[in-house]
């Protein structure tokens, strides 16, 4: 993490999918979808169906309020969502849909992990939208908004689950936790970094909290006590519920601030934002300095990678519509990405897990650095192609 900052700043790519905001071709085999919605389970009536305006009718059965969300093919860029569906509510939802594969979910009380994932392919030609300037704007901020809040919907119980295992001593399922719990944060966190004092105290590392006058609190705190260095004291019970309960106190606040009616971002924090994940990666991921004593960085480091990608993603279609010049910067932005998560791959996985920082060559760090700088490059240009500023 860095200073706090201005929130000025995400991105993504063009995005295949819009919520209906104006007028836009009809989708010829136009029938409602319906979704059937319980507290474990999310039905769709049908896993495909033709490109163009597709209505979802989405009913919950369930005793809680849930969301409907339809993602991309990477499960993490949402396309569409349609969120508090209260118990017993019947709603229709219209989404436009280019040709691809598609995944939907419901979620719970609209936090956690997604219930009911399934596959959605969507089949014949692109349909152009008649969207001018302003629907896109809308629609990529509609997304990106929507995708902060899936990641810090997840990420709230996933804290409470790595919290109550430090808390009662369980040490090697939080180490286990720890640096998955850390990819949802890692994968937005200029938006909370835009919160004054909330990202230092979630997510400050030990030197930055000395430079500026505060406790040594948040994720790195409980990291350091769980891979204490030598000659480090870990803390006793009472200071392990005391940094549990400031994590989690400090991550519901986070929560409570995104899901807030008036939470928004601009364009240029959606783009911006894209450059920021990355400068995280290249200021303190690549030199290992970010978990300096669990050594999991590879974890952060593809978290920011993806937060990255995909708002470069939901921004992606806004460049391209500016001309040539746009196309061919989404093209290369699009090229650069693949490589810097083909090379990441060598190295292993959020599923799978990653090798400690520590077991990579200087010559592997090295390819990695490089790899970041020739992706940087062309994504700092993204602001000001989106926004049609001359550089």
């Known amino acids: ?25 009809n989708n010829p085999a136009a029938a409602a979808i ?3 919605i319980t507290d474990d389970t999310c039905v769709v009536s049908t896993d495909s169906t033709a490109a163009g305006t597709i209505k979802f009718t989405v009913t919950n059965n369930g005793t809680q309020v849930n969301e409907f969300e339809i993602l991309a093919e990477d499960k993490l860029r949402i396309v569409g969502e349609k969120e508090n569906i209260t118990p017993g509510q019947t709603v229709d939802y219209v989404a436009h849909l280019n040709p691809g594969t598609y995944y939907t979910e419901c979620k719970l009380g609209m936090v956690g992990k997604g219930i009911g994932t399934a596959a959605f392919t969507v089949t014949g030609e692109a349909v152009k939208l008649d969207a001018n300037e302003q629907e896109r704007t809308d629609l990529a901020v509609a997304n990106y908004v929507g995708y902060v809040k899936d990641q810090v919907g997840e990420l709230l119980p996933a804290v409470k689950e790595f919290t109550a295992a430090y808390r009662a001593g369980d040490d090697e399922t939080a180490r286990r936790l720890y640096p998955l719990t850390r990819v949802h944060y890692e994968r937005i966190e200029p938006t909370a970094e835009a919160f004054g004092d909330l990202d230092p105290k979630i997510d400050f590392r030990e030197p930055m909290a000395e430079e500026d006058g505060i406790n040594f609190t948040g994720f790195h705190a ?11 004291t870990p803390a ?15 991550v519901q606040e986070l929560y409570d601030l995104v899901y807030a009616p008036d939470f928004t971002v601009s364009l240029a924090d959606i783009s911006n934002g894209a450059i920021g994940l990355l400068d995280e990666v290249a200021g303190s991921k690549i030199t290992g300095e970010e978990d300096e004593f669990s050594h999991t960085d590879l ?3 593809q978290a920011n990678v993806e937060g990255a ?11 391209e519509a500016s001309g040539e010049e746009g196309k061919t910067l989404s093209a290369t932005i699009e090229r650069r990405f693949t490589a810097l998560n083909e090379l990441l791959a060598q190295h292993g996985s959020l599923a799978d897990g990653f090798v400690s920082y520590t077991d990579l060559s200087t010559a592997q760090v090295k390819e990695l650095s490089d790899s970041i700088n020739a992706l940087s490059e062309p994504l700092s240009k993204l602001t000001h192609t989106v926004l049609g500023i001359a550089e």
């Open 309 to 319: 990608s995909v708002a470069f993603g939901n921004v992606r279609e806004i460049a």
């Open 236 to 250: 006793d019970q009472a200071g392990r519920t005391a940094l549990a309960d400031g994590l989690d106190e400090n």
């Open 1 to 25: 993490m860095k200073n706090p900052r201005p929130l000025a700043a995400l991105t993504g790519t063009a995005a295949l999918a819009l919520v209906l905001t104006g007028c836009v071709a």
């Open 222 to 232: 409980i990291e350091k006590n769980l891979w204490a260095p030598e000659g480090y």
């Open 299 to 301: 974890y952060d480091f």
């Open 34 to 36: 319906t979704v059937g």
